[in-house]
DNA sequence: CGTCTATTTGAATGTACTCAAAAGCGGTGG
DNA sequence: CCACCGCTTTTGAGTACATTCAAATAGACG
């Protein structure tokens, strides 16, 4: 039932840990089912918890002070989910969690976690090289913002999560590209239309 | 001449390192000046350095494919400038960076750092905890730009960094902002007349 | 003073948004 | 099996925010 094979194959792809650290880090974490419509984390709440998803998806979405929701990343399989502003500094989270499928994912607390990695030296390593990795993706996207107008955004994002485009509904993709559903419906029938 | 200082009490407010890892970590680093203009990184070329700024001011920026350039990031003194994705995966940088002022930084190279940190634990538990908030920064800023209209970007930038609004050329804040050079004057030009 | 660069201005244009309404679609119950 | 409900997507008209282009003005430096 609890599937921490999908964590361990991931951090060994990056480094390698002994039997002995395998057991020691599993003894540190915990496994999470949630329904879809759940919320892993709410604004305002501190995240306690950043969550490596073995099965579902998440949204990570902010509302704004008119009321509107600016979705800020999906998270599937092998991703890694939580707002990091909120864990790193244990303060109130800008930002919701929440599930779009029913979702299993594994827990690393807090404070749990940092023992880890003081006990582990490999772990703070894998740690870092991680948080590097989102650190130049986020980047990235930055310069996507920039450069990209909403339509090459949305064949980016189409050519590169194929598989999210299918299980996420159109209009939280649309609000993930910072643009309205209906500018977004446009932009697929002119798509459509154009060859 | 060659003044480590400001990055030992940088590092020394995150992790206490000993008099002995101090002297370990400057014989890894070496000291750099650059004139206005010069180029730290080029787009194309592997970034071999990641820099510490002690003085100066730099640009980060891209160049599209229709030849415009996009500034992604502004360092000044106690920051950090490097394109992170080259430097990480030893791959041709996307980005390049220059010196807007005449700059003295602390460089790093990529294969020193990564031998200091396994030397020095403590340090790699620095480079994690400072690229965490680089991330958290990176983060806020893509809500940011979507949430906030140009003018309100605008604002918050020269609220939060005052100091630059000072010494860089609005031409290139229009650009870190994602805006035209024209527009962010008439953005100026309504805040003066409004009040 | 002249030159080079940066900033401002204005008119025309384009990209994306708002609002309102209609159409599509998947499930549920009569 | 069809009717209805709720939710998602589409459509269209009008609008707003930001861009482009061209030209004028302002500032900095030798």
Redesign the pocket.
Known sequence: MENFQPLLDYINRIVQLSEAEEKQLVSHISYRRLRKGQYFLQQGDICKFSGFIVSGCTKTFYVDNEG?EHVIMFSVEDWWTSDMGSYIAQKPADYNVQCLENTELIQFSYEEQDIMMREIPKLERFFRIIIEKAFVASQKRIVRNFSM???DRYLYFSSQYPQMEQRI????I?SYL????????????QLLTDQ
Do not use: D
């Open positions: 509107q107008s909403a339509k509904p159109q209009y939280l649309a910072g643009i309205t559903k209906e500018f977004l419906s446009k932009i697929k029938r």
